[in-house]
């Protein structure tokens, strides 16, 4: 099962002094705002990204894809606008077995002012979970981007290799773009530079049923909805019970029927199973969203060197500053050049690159 995110509740950080989570996280997430917009590095990510999302054949996916780079909101949430609605659909998921009983309201959902606007751009949002891969303003367009070249890679070997004669390009780029968005509302910044985390839905990292809810809420086709649900766990084998589980949790929060619409079946004993077998495209989505296996332990190698040296140059700065100098860093010279530098030069090699 895939483990690197952290599966834990909303930052105490958000808590801080009894300022409501919402106006830390506003404060967090405007800093963060202000340092994407000077890397180029998230620039070039997300011209790639539009690009990309620009050759999309279907109208309806390149418009919905189109408009989540642009704002990457959970407008799903709009079925849940309070409090008593936010319980109800907790309730659900606890009796239906896709979240633990002890998960509050608050902790399920992150801070959200308006579910028509994200938190955060999709050029400002992190990757990854605190000290992991991408975990930084950028990060996520950054990801994103590798897992799109990641799919169409493996996608062209498949055809060359063993002669298929067509794995769907469009389902693709879709599905690695739309995979990671909602981390632009499930992972914000505090005042401090730390973040909010997310709870465990169905098995996985909120993120990922928010946004198959998302997918679903928005009318994307069935077969695109599988693939997207498809990225944390392999549709095959064992992994095809928990896509079903993300698939079950995800049309739960958007109001809809798995069933009617195609994405699952029931077996002669009643349970739930995929409606189709997997696609070439919903596993190879899958294969192609394994950057962290690199990027994970060596965010966690560079964000201890940064911080030892930031720390070296200025021992009485803050630790929020020193958090906020090292995301400095991180949107200006990616992550795993640092780390190169890092495993063949050592701390030198790094201080060279935060000049």
Known sequence: MRMHHRFVFIAAAFLIAGVPALVRAQQGNARAEELAKKSANAARAM???RAHAARIQAPAVRAAVTAILDNPAPTFMARHPDAAARQTI???LVAEGLLDAAVSVEQLFPPLADPTRAPLSFAAAPGGTPDKHHSYP??????SLFNVESALGLARLYVKQYGVTRVDEDELIAAAI???ALKAWCLQWSAEGEMTTQAVVA???????FIVAEAIHRKLPASLV??????HEPPTLDGAAKVVRFLRAGALLAGADPVALGLLKRDAA????LAQPASFEAVINHLGDHDYVLTDPAGQAVAAAVDRLLRADDPKASASELRWRRLAVETRVPALRL???LVRGGDPAVRALLK
Do not use: C, K
Request: aromatic residues 6%.
């Open 203 to 209: 098995g996985t990292a909120s993120h990922h049923p």
């Open 339 to 341: 780390y190169e530098a």
């Open 47 to 49: 011209a790639a990204l």
């Open 178 to 180: 739309l995979h990671d």
């Open 270 to 273: 009643g349970a739930f199973t």
């Open 138 to 143: 950028g990060g996520l367009a950054e990801h």
């Open 90 to 92: 907790r309730a659900a």
């Open 226 to 231: 599988v693939t997207l649900a498809s990225a």
